[in-house]
């Protein structure tokens, strides 16, 4: 047995794939921004352009507008976080390390806003108990003490869990302690982008 340099291996790098993660959390990524993209749209219409299209005789049965600028603030504010979301995502389907610090940038935006849009809700939630409470033949009015009063703050919360703290906390960990190089994207392998 001779102790010579070891064999060089001869391989194709073409052949050699690279990690599929980056696709699929990246593609994630750009399917919920966008779906939040165009919630955020629809809450723009429901706050903004629906109370303009009750009659005017109706306007007074209707509980307090929920268009407070806090809302709309905050409202724009995720806006602008979903689209930070969809360029995180392309960066990281292009497997470029970038995408893992604008993931967890929007992982902490998306952290704060939570907050703040469940404190904003329990305020707006608070008006409307108070409006209910001052209106009592009101249809609504009833309908908002009953024992189904609750459920769209529930429901509104819950979703908001799910895209506000589930999956940024996903992401903090999954950037923040799994795939944190460059290399853990490429699979430690460099190819040349084509020529356009």
Request: charged share 10%; glycine share 12%.
């Amino acid at each position: 047995m001779s102790q010579g340099s070891p064999p060089v291996l001869d391989y194709d790098i073409d052949a050699i794939e690279p990690p599929r993660w980056p696709k699929a959390v990246g593609i994630t990524s750009i399917v919920i921004g966008s779906i939040m993209v165009g919630c955020a749209g629809c809450g723009v219409v429901g706050l903004v352009v629906a109370p303009s299209l009750v009659p005017e005789d109706m306007k007074a049965q209707m509980p307090p507008s929920q268009a407070s600028p806090g809302m709309l603030i905050h409202l724009a504010a995720g806006a602008i976080s979903d689209i930070l979301l969809i360029v995180a995502g392309a960066m990281t389907v292009g497997r470029k390390i970038a995408g893992r610090h604008l993931h967890l940038a929007y992982a902490g935006f998306a952290i704060v806003l939570f907050g703040i849009g469940v404190w904003l809700q329990f305020q707006q939630q608070a008006i409307m108990q108070q409006w209910a409470a001052q209106n009592p033949d009101n249809p609504q009015a009833k309908a908002m003490s009953g024992p189904m009063g609750n459920i769209g703050l529930i429901f509104g919360i819950a979703i908001g869990a799910l895209f506000g703290v589930v999956y940024p906390v996903f992401l903090i960990i999954w950037f923040g302690m799994v795939k944190r190089t460059q290399e853990s994207m490429t699979g430690g392998i460099e190819r040349e982008m084509p020529a356009a």
